[in-house]
């Protein structure tokens, strides 16, 4: 494609510049890295959901193999997928607990140097017996060169009886390409344990970075509710019995653990391989240089000092009204009610993983409480500035008195910039990434360059269409004021009625929030609207629920593999709408009801908005509409997954009209929007549909694309096409 070509060529300049931020085309990125392996020695592809992961490491097979073709070379290559435990173990009775935080508590109590240095005394003692083999053979012999996904991954170790998660941990030094989560470097309490030897000339890529802002600031905030504390308060009552048993009849382990404390985290610091679930919230370095505070040094002084905070946190957690507070206001008021210093809450985090192997604790999942009270203690002295402390109602009770502290890390920079200053080239790309230029602003960083690329297509597969009113000429929006309004509901009734009687196969509805959808739902199910659907088309829902969604998306692929045709209801900024691909059949039509606003009256994003106005002079509806774009934007491009695709795009709220909303779409989806697209009715949306739709069913070979939006080599290397595809890249 010119525009790949086009890509490539910015991403090779902008590579030897050694730092980088760029939108998307898929896969690209890996290309380079195998063009210029003397100069980048691995590509660390992080994107968001498992599916996308999955997705890369296929395309990555699809080019090595065409690598192999063309020059009948095998290369030594090796390329590695790395998820949580949950999606790798392959031990019969850890993988199949349901929850990831069983699973990884259960793994430890396997795989715990403790636990297995007791196995080696008493052989009863259970450990994971693919980690004993991967250990004691999997170091020694190299994985071999190959692409590996999950399920490559899972097979590998079945036949040698090693542990794939491990294995994989281990095999990220000496892979070419790593293709993981976004948390494994955003996430200081993962990042510090799994990716903290990748080397320097690594090249990161962020795909899929449109929504890169709020990973960072969720992997940096914490919520504590009454029930937290209360399970806290069991821990710490658990730890106190421990520590007396302990006393009575091995006291010499906790004296060897006073004086490694003496010495530094530095030679505390052993172990930690199987220890992710007690990881640091705060990068090593600023923590392991120091010594432990004598105040918390003994075992019984850091759990009498974590009963002290805990007390304070529970006398802040009776209030009957709502308080917000700046971190220096926070750590003052708990100076003086209760004599706790800023350093010792530091090392709360560290010294809770060393108390917790002293004590030799296996169901190390029961302790999650107090490991988040000690994350938040860490975290809430560390982090001075930008960040909230908000004493809440819950938000699903919000008339009852059930208060909520929110720590919330206001400024996403804190989380990315340990990457940028590690990392040669850091790359952010996003085929949603629109305006380009409020990333480097939010994220606090100077871009070497950014680029935006359009799509070039020998036939115009995507019709963006914006409806403004019903057929009675009311206007269709999903704006406070009228979401009770009967007319404004039937009319996004009718218009999904309408939408489902020409469209073939899929259409994929999503909506403003879940509150929303099961409102309209309801409403049209009052009207009999969804009775006249259901005529058309199945109708499928996406819940909170994962496994309920899971199958939901399941059985709507059956139905529109079965010619049956299916409809499916979502939500903007759900499972839905950030991880999966509609291809072909499966959604020839994306309709967004109404604009995806955050919401507003939220003392959290409040405060947000407040700071990115003082910090980065970013006016607050323009962030909010920004935010609202890239998510309805995210939705939309569900239908349309390559050039031999085509789909609708239909935008239900006259909003979208405004100069402002349209401007912050992606470049290659204003191009098509065109003065006739703009505050149509049902009855005309339904018309230029019909006739796209009937254009898009005539036959469309891959020859079609020859010299327009498909190159031969010759085609690539004429002047005039040079010339055009110089074109491509609008430089910001």
């Given at each position: 494609?010119?525009?790949?070509y ?28 195998y063009a210029?392996p ?7 592809y992080?994107?968001?959901t ?45 993988s ?123 992997s ?19 730890l ?19 004086m ?12 930690r ?45 009776r ?60 975290l ?87 409806v403004?009113?019903?057929n ?54 009052e ?19 994962a ?7 399941e ?116 191009e ?38 498909l ?7 004429s ?9 491509i890249?609008?430089q910001?």
């Amino acid at each position: 494609y010119p525009e790949q070509y086009s890509y490539m060529l910015e991403l090779k300049r902008t590579l030897d510049a050694k730092v980088c931020y760029n939108p998307l085309i898929k896969l690209i990125s890996s290309c380079m890295q195998y063009a210029y392996p003397l100069e980048v020695t691995k590509l660390v592809y992080c994107s968001r959901t498992v599916p996308e992961i999955e997705k890369v490491v296929e395309e990555l097979r699809k080019l090595m193999d065409y690598y192999a073709k063309q020059t009948g070379v095998k290369n030594d290559f090796l390329a590695l997928a790395l998820s949580s435990r949950k999606n790798l173990c392959i031990h019969p009775e850890v993988s199949s607990l349901r929850f990831g935080k069983e699973v990884d508590g259960k793994c430890h109590s396997l795989t715990a140097s403790y636990i297995r240095a007791q196995h080696h005394s008493n052989p009863c003692q259970p450990v994971c017996q693919f980690f004993e083999e991967f250990d004691a053979v999997g170091r020694q012999v190299p994985i071999p060169p190959g692409i590996f996904n999950l399920d490559d991954l899972k097979d590998f170790g079945r036949r040698k009886g090693w542990c794939p998660y491990f294995l994989a941990r281990y095999a990220i030094l000496h892979a070419n390409i790593v293709v993981y989560s976004y948390h494994y470097l955003l996430d200081p309490k993962i990042a510090d344990l799994v990716s903290k030897e990748l080397a320097k000339k690594s090249v990161v890529v962020f795909d899929e970075a449109h929504n890169i802002d709020n990973v960072c600031i969720d992997s940096m905030s914490v919520n504590i509710t009454r029930r937290t504390l209360d399970r806290c308060q069991t821990n710490v009552e658990t730890l106190q019995n421990t520590i007396s048993r302990i006393k009575e009849t091995d006291a010499a382990k906790l004296r060897e653990e006073y004086m490694r404390l003496v010495e530094g985290l530095k030679e505390a610091n052993v172990a930690r391989e199987t220890d992710i679930y007690l990881s640091n919230p705060v990068l090593p370095d600023e923590i392991l240089q120091e010594a432990v505070p004598g105040s918390i040094r003994t075992a019984e002084h850091f759990v009498g000092f974590i009963k002290r905070f805990l007390e304070y946190l529970k006398a802040r957690l009776r209030i009957h009204h709502v308080v917000q507070e700046s971190a220096p206001q926070f750590l003052k008021d708990i100076y003086e009610k209760v004599c706790i210093d800023r350093k010792p809450l530091r090392f709360c985090a560290e010294r809770l993983r060393s108390l917790l192997r002293t004590l030799e604790i296996a169901d190390i999942a029961d302790f999650s409480a107090i490991t988040l009270i000690s994350h938040f203690a860490t975290l809430v002295s560390t982090y001075s500035k930008g960040n909230l402390y908000d004493y809440d109602f819950h938000q699903k009770t919000p008339t009852i008195a059930n208060p909520v502290l929110h720590f919330s890390c206001m400024d996403p920079s804190i989380a990315i910039k340990p990457v940028f200053g590690r990392f040669q080239s850091v790359i952010i790309t996003s085929g949603t990434l629109s305006p380009l230029d409020i990333y480097p602003r939010i994220l606090d960083f100077r871009p070497v360059t950014m680029a935006s690329f359009t799509m070039t297509l020998a036939r115009t597969c995507l019709c963006p269409l914006i409806v403004g009113r019903g057929n009675d000429q009311v206007a269709m929006t999903s704006k406070f004021e009228t979401r009770e309004d009967f007319a404004v509901i039937r009319n996004y009734g009718n218009l999904l009625l309408e939408m489902s009687a020409i469209v073939p196969d899929g259409i994929v509805a999503f909506f403003t929030s879940y509150i929303y959808m099961e409102n309209i739902v309801a409403s049209w199910y009052e009207q009999g609207i969804l009775e006249n659907i259901q005529r058309n088309k199945l109708i499928f829902i996406e819940t909170q629920d994962a496994a309920e969604t899971s199958m939901a998306l399941e059985k709507y692929q059956e139905a529109c593999e079965n010619g049956r045709g299916a409809i499916l209801l979502s939500v903007a900024r759900g499972k839905v709408s950030e991880g999966i691909d509609f291809v072909h059949h499966f959604g020839r039509a994306v309709i967004m009801f109404g604009v995806p606003y955050v919401y507003t009256q939220s003392r959290i994003l409040k405060a947000r908005l407040e700071y990115l106005r003082d910090q980065f002079q970013i006016r607050e509806n323009d962030f909010l509409t920004f935010d609202a774009m890239r998510h309805a934007a995210q939705c939309v491009g569900r239908a349309i997954r390559g050039k031999t695709d085509y789909g609708l795009m239909i935008f239900a709220d006259k909003r979208y009209a405004r100069a402002d909303k349209r401007g912050k779409l992606p470049r290659w989806i204003q191009e098509h929007l065109t003065d006739g697209s703009l505050n149509l009715t049902i009855d005309e949306t339904v018309q230029l549909s019909k006739h796209f739709l009937r254009q898009m069913a005539q036959p469309f070979r891959r020859e079609d694309q020859l010299g327009l939006s498909l190159l031969t080599l010759e085609q690539l290397q004429s002047e005039d096409m040079l010339q055009k595809i110089a074109q491509i890249a609008q430089q910001a």
